[in-house]
């Protein structure tokens, strides 16, 4: 193989097109066929191969490489797209009984009484979406939406491996449509790890995918392990297919995944047989599905059905009952959060529902166990309707023993004995605590730690909950001083009074060295991470990163807190005053102020390095936006604007320099021509831009 440095460019640019054309052929062997053959490494090479040429070429970067599936850049909002046809849903029904009404109701409007074959298919319990391919070539992907319009997910779909960014022998114009669905395995692996981080965790797999799917950073979803079937069609240049399952065969030809238990039924008989089986053996599949999808096999036929206002007349949703189940309450437990908030859950007598053991519910809050009127004892029927987490139906007031007593909600922590009160205009009682709260002060510290915090691995949630309760680390500057107080001077080393984490069970020199290093490297943080880390109310990774661009250090921030100086913080879009109160309440409490404190004295927080580009002409502008714009969302064009050094307004003054208007503009448009504002277009906001 040649160097990459004495390739020509036209030699780099024949390499590129080999290399995209056989990762393309060993992923579809690795994700279709469930047949790889190459070895790990073999592929590491043609994908490292791949990156190297075109990191000495980025010009010759091909739309469909390799490459591509990953790392692309990160956006401050989805852009929409409109869907040239409308993505419908489906008619949900419930029994057998209403399938063959609605088999008789197809006969009766084609008006005949021979047998229609129909397709079933699994319903998959994910989100929808739409991938188009022109010549060949995924160019664009989309969310349902609301069924009109959607959201741009290209890069994101990239990043999913079993979807083929390039097609042959595909009509010109195709798109593709199915479901991204996460697997069972990989959401609970997922969950996992987000529990070990002190992150809150999914729900179930579809909530999963769908938090995977729209993040503005494709390399989170990358991460994330996402797969897809498809099932359907959008808009296409020629259907060259005349049934669903035909459309089916032509899908596997191009490379697209389909689900193995798709099967055509040709009666009532055999879709009963078929719903029995699917109910038999969904517990067992590696994915969620929530019905079967029946439908009418031949195109010819779906044509002339047609549809009604969002539904197809010749397709029909088969649910699957709610799973449901019965046992009792052995406990009702009081768990205590980050910010104090008091949760009521109940331990259940281990069940299974729908294949998984359950034995905890949450109980949401006081007035649900009020409503509910759950008690200790009390035998429920649990559901689990997708959800992981089950949920607690209903009482069986039979079963409830006779000595039972409603349940009362404390009035004080169950963690540390102080008061717990509920604000007049919330759902949630919260201990006033803080962090003397040993619960309040562990979970804190677990935040502090977390991904996007400060991001220091090897210290999960049991080694904080243990550190705490042994005093080791009591808040999170003692995190800092692990490693001195570890080697405990000579003085102490000699006494053997050093904390010697080393010699604790399960760890090692390595696994103590591996932290302090993974300590040492937070000891400069920046300013957002910082900001988010303290864990404020309200406060989370996108507000912080606001924060940190407005006040640029984390002293002019504090400084204003403590001054009860809001005016600036309320000025920002997107904190409202309810925040800015959780911020300057947070700097006002003396064991905060102390805890910022002590950590200010060991770690450096970098300022705010401003990434945009003041040499526009929109540089120092005050632009206010009004109306729907066609091309951009309204956060998206915000950022645009921002980055171009603009200050974005929310309603029209004076200080106005630009009012860009999109369609249907209401008064901002007639207030900026009253006092003589410049009133742009999209395209013309567009060029000042670039
Ligand atoms: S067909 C006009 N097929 O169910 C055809 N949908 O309730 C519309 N779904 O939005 C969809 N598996 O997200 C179809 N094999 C399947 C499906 C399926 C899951 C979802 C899809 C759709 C919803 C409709």
């Not at 995209?20 to 191969?49: F, G, V």
Request: with cysteine; proline share 4%.
């Amino acid at each position: 193989m040649k160097d990459i440095k004495d390739l020509s460019p036209e030699e780099a640019a024949a390499e590129l097109e080999y290399l995209a054309a056989e990762i393309a052929k060993a992923d579809t062997a690795y994700y279709q066929n469930d047949d790889p053959y190459l070895s790990d490494a073999d592929y590491d090479r043609l994908k490292h191969r791949n990156f190297d040429i075109e990191a000495r070429f980025p010009y010759l970067t091909r739309a469909d490489s390799p490459s591509k599936r990953v790392g692309a850049e990160v956006k401050s909002g989805f852009s929409k797209v409109t869907h040239r046809f409308p993505m419908l849903s489906l008619a949900d029904v419930f029994s057998i009984g209403e399938v063959e009404d609605f088999i008789m109701g197809v006969k009766r409007f084609l008006n005949t009484s021979e047998e229609i074959a129909f397709m079933s298919e699994p319903k998959i319990d994910g989100l929808s979406f739409s991938a188009r391919y022109e010549k060949g070539m995924f160019v664009q992907g989309a969310t349902r939406g609301d069924g009109t319009t959607g959201e741009d997910i290209t890069e994101n779909l990239k990043t999913i491996g079993n979807l083929p960014l390039r097609i042959s022998g595909a009509p010109e114009i195709l798109e593709v449509r199915g479901e991204v669905y996460m697997s069972k395995a990989d959401f609970f692996a997922l969950n996992a790890r987000y529990e070990q981080e002190g992150k809150k965790i999914f729900a179930n797999p579809r909530n999963a995918a769908a938090g995977s799917l729209r993040q503005l950073d494709p390399s989170i979803t990358a991460e994330r392990k996402l797969s897809l079937f498809a099932y359907t069609w959008g808009e296409v240049s020629e259907r060259v297919w005349d049934s669903q399952q035909d459309f089916f065969d032509h899908l596997r030809g191009w490379g697209f995944p389909t689900n193995p238990h798709n099967a055509l039924c040709r009666n009532i008989r055999e879709i009963e047989e078929n719903f029995a089986r699917l109910t038999e053996i969904r517990a067992d599949l590696p994915y969620d599905i929530d019905g079967v999808v029946y439908k009418v096999n031949s195109i010819a036929l779906q044509e002339r059905l047609g549809f009604l206002t969002r539904t197809p007349r010749w397709a029909v949703a088969h649910k699957f009952p709610a799973e449901k189940a019965l046992t009792r309450i052995n406990n009702i437990r009081i768990q205590v959060g980050r910010t104090g908030a008091l949760t009521p859950v109940a331990d259940l007598e281990p069940i299974t529902v729908g294949g998984v053991v359950v034995s905890h519910a949450t109980l949401h809050n006081e007035d649900e166990v009020k409503r509910k009127d759950v008690r200790i004892g009390d035998t429920v029927i649990v559901q689990r309707a997708g959800d992981v987490i089950p949920q607690i139906v209903q009482v069986v007031a039979e079963k409830r023993p006779a000595e039972s007593t409603p349940f009362e909600f404390p009035h004080f922590c169950p963690q540390c004995g102080a008061h717990a009160i509920r604000e007049e205009d919330e759902a949630v009682r919260r201990c006033t605590g803080g962090l003397s709260c040993p619960a309040q002060a562990i979970e804190r510290m677990i935040h502090f730690v977390s991904r996007d915090a400060f991001d220091i691995v090897g210290l999960g949630d049991k080694i904080i909950e243990d550190f705490y309760h042994e005093g080791i680390v009591k808040t999170p500057a003692d995190i800092f001083t692990l490693e001195e107080r570890n080697r405990g001077g000579d003085d102490l080393f000699a006494a053997g009074q050093g904390l010697h984490l080393e010699r604790r069970e399960g760890w090692g020199k390595k696994s103590v060295d591996n932290l302090f290093a993974a300590i040492r490297n937070k000891r400069k943080i920046s300013l957002p991470r910082f900001i988010y880390a303290l864990g404020i109310r309200q406060v989370g990774t996108a507000t912080s990163l606001l924060i940190a661009r407005h006040y640029g250090s984390f002293a002019q921030f504090m400084r204003d807190m403590q001054a009860k100086e809001t005016g600036k913080l309320v000025a920002i879009d997107g904190i409202g005053s309810s925040m800015a109160t959780d911020m300057v309440e947070f700097f006002h409490e003396p064991h905060n102020v102390d805890i910022v404190n002590r950590l200010l004295a060991q770690i450096e927080v970098e300022d705010f390095v401003d990434t945009t580009n003041y040499n526009t002409p929109l540089a120092g502008k005050t632009i206010v936006f009004t109306g729907t714009l066609q091309h951009l969302t309204r956060s998206e064009a915000k950022a645009k604007a921002q980055n171009a050094g603009a200050k974005v307004a929310g309603s029209v003054s004076k200080n106005t320099d630009y009012v860009v208007q999109g369609a249907d503009a209401g008064s901002k448009a007639a207030k900026a021509a009253e006092l003589g504002i410049k009133v742009v277009d999209e395209e013309t906001f567009l060029q000042l831009l670039a």
